[in-house]
């Protein structure tokens, strides 16, 4: 739940270093707030974990399910009306937290003679919370499909069954899949950040600083209807076969005992027409036109950020730099001290092996996060894709990335929504059938705590028939499990649990349902 990782994150913040964030000066006004944020950024960054404890199989991740093990692997009140919901149109209306909808299996041929029919049940058993108390959150779901063969020959497909998500949130919501009530292997794929961006300032001053995720499922139809996302989502990963030429820092040494925040800065000019920096390890940044100047906390062995410091330059080398020491992050005037030093490491090579170092040394810094499994190829991946979608690399980066700042860009990877897929093969005999079952824990769509809205305390889940899938479906149906643990009060499936009407048959013509229920209380 994004709210829970947040408070969490929050809990782990050194309250030193937000002061020693907000104190951050720059040199052009505009651009202190840009720093500020930037060093706003880091701090939250603390409270973040990348999975670490390598373990597993590379790119696919084959393997049928997410395990307990940790890492990132090294490779791979009274009801409203319940036909129209407290949100007026029910979850199409928009929850401040959009989870994204159940989505049908599809497969990656289009083979003719096969036929499929569908049963989607949400079981509304009660979970508990880790310390025993009782917790109604979510629903388990499982995705039925009845593949029939209607030809005289075996048919063998690559079937793949889709689900909205992070790549933080795999150990949870990562599907179980079984073949005629076997549990079969699966290989795992991400298509990239499914959102877009939005201006933090915002008509009057735009921008494209913040996030903005998909929150309805008309985005969601938008996103996936034209095939485009899933043939990118199996398709080769970005080549990053560029020239870079590295500055490398290590071999620290400050007065900490005198200056808690003692900073290394490295000063120089450079042509921003011939000249692109990424940074690694790198906590401020300044500019003045041609006049560059990076700064960084000099790691102290508690700080709990990366060790590793490194400028990647891109085009034409830098050239002379100047290091100097400062009291603090600030690198004000007057504010210089001696006895900060480092030793600088110059090396050429390719963007590639830098991705690669990188991501294997932001997993390890970070380190593990409980529960969390994800496929290490994968996650390089997701790197190299928003680096070259959306970072310096794309040719037109958006706000939030045009800085350069990788460490940003390796720790929300893990957290942008997108849609993953199980790829897996299937036989379905001659004139037989097959059944493919995929389970998984659902987060549902809520407002948030304290937010005022109508919606607060409600849970929502819809239902996507057909978007995105290649299958023919003859029959498509929904159904409730315990069914007594929460309200209904909006939907369009036609339930009636009262009434004892928990599985229905849905319309093969409408394309989209919705499920609004409130947790009763005991």
């Known amino acids: 739940m994004r709210g829970e990782r947040l408070f969490r994150a929050l809990g782990r913040v050194d309250p030193a270093l937000v002061e020693e964030a907000l104190s951050v000066r720059r040199r052009m006004p505009w651009k202190r707030w840009a720093a500020m944020a930037a060093c706003l950024a880091l701090v939250m960054g603390l409270g973040w974990r990348i999975t670490g404890g390598f373990q597993g199989v590379g790119a696919g ?10 890492g990132i692997s090294a490779d791979s009140s009274a009801p409203a009306d319940p036909g129209e919901g407290v949100h007026g149109g029910g979850i199409e209306d928009g929850f401040l937290s959009y989870a994204g909808p159940v989505l049908p299996l599809t497969t990656v041929e289009d083979p003719a003679g096969l036929t499929a029919e569908r049963t989607v049940t949400w079981d509304f058993a009660p979970g508990a919370y880790p310390d025993g108390e009782s917790r109604q959150w979510g629903a388990e779901v499982t995705d039925a499909s009845v593949l029939r063969n209607h030809t005289e020959a075996d048919i063998t497909v690559t079937a793949l069954y889709p689900f909205a998500g992070s790549l933080d949130g795999l150990a949870e919501i ?27 300032g915002g008509a009057e001053d ?4 913040n996030l903005a995720e998909l929150n309805s499922w008309t985005e969601y139809r938008a996103l996936l209807e034209s095939g485009a996302y899933l043939e990118r989502a199996l398709g080769d990963a970005p080549a990053l076969d560029i020239p870079v030429t590295v500055y490398e820092f290590s071999d620290f040494a400050a007065p900490h005992g005198e200056f808690q925040a003692a900073t290394q800065a490295i000063s120089f000019d450079m042509d921003p027409e011939k000249t692109t920096v990424l940074t690694y390890g790198i906590n401020g940044m300044e500019w003045d036109g041609n006049f560059r100047r990076y700064s960084y906390f000099v790691p102290d062995g508690i700080r709990r950020e990366p060790e590793q410091k490194l400028l990647i330059v891109l085009g034409e080398d830098i050239g002379d730099y ?27 090579t390719v963007m590639d092996a830098v991705l690669e170092r990188l991501c294997r040394d932001h997993a390890e810094e970070w380190g593990e996060r409980e529960g969390a499994v994800i496929p290490f190829a994968l996650y390089r991946r997701a790197a190299a894709e928003l680096l070259t979608q959306y970072g310096v690399l794309s040719g037109a980066p958006v706000d939030r990335y ?6 940003d860009l390796l720790g929300e990877v893990l957290y ?17 059938a097959v059944s493919v079952a995929c389970g998984l824990w659902k987060e549902p769509s809520y407002d948030f705590g304290c937010s005022g809205t109508e919606g607060e305390g409600l849970q929502g889940y819809d239902l996507a028939a057909r978007l995105g899938s290649g299958l023919e479906f003859t029959r498509q149906s929904a159904a409730l499990v315990n069914a007594e643990n929460v309200q209904i009060t909006g939907q369009d499936f036609g339930f009636d649990p009262e009434g004892g009407v928990t599985p229905v048959e849905l319309d093969l013509e409408q394309e989209h349902y919705y499920l609004e229920v409130r947790p009763v209380e005991e």
Request: proline share 5%; with cysteine; charged share 20%.
């Open 416 to 432: 942008h929504d997108r849609v993953l897929y199980l790829r897996f093969p299937v036989t379905v005999p001659a004139g037989e």
């Open 61 to 70: 991740s084959s393997g049928a399910d997410s395990g307990s093990s940790g």
């Open 174 to 200: 990562r599907p179980r899949v079984t073949v005629d009530g076997e549990a079969v292997e699966t290989e795992l794929y991400a298509g990239s950040y499914s959102g877009g961006f939005q201006s933090a």
């Open 402 to 407: 045009s800085d350069g700042r990788l460490d």
């Open 206 to 209: 735009p921008d494209t600083l």
């Open 322 to 348: 100047t290091l100097q020491g400062y009291q603090n992050g600030g690198c004000h005037p007057g504010e210089e001290i001696e006895g900060v030093s480092c030793t600088v490491t110059r090396s050429e």
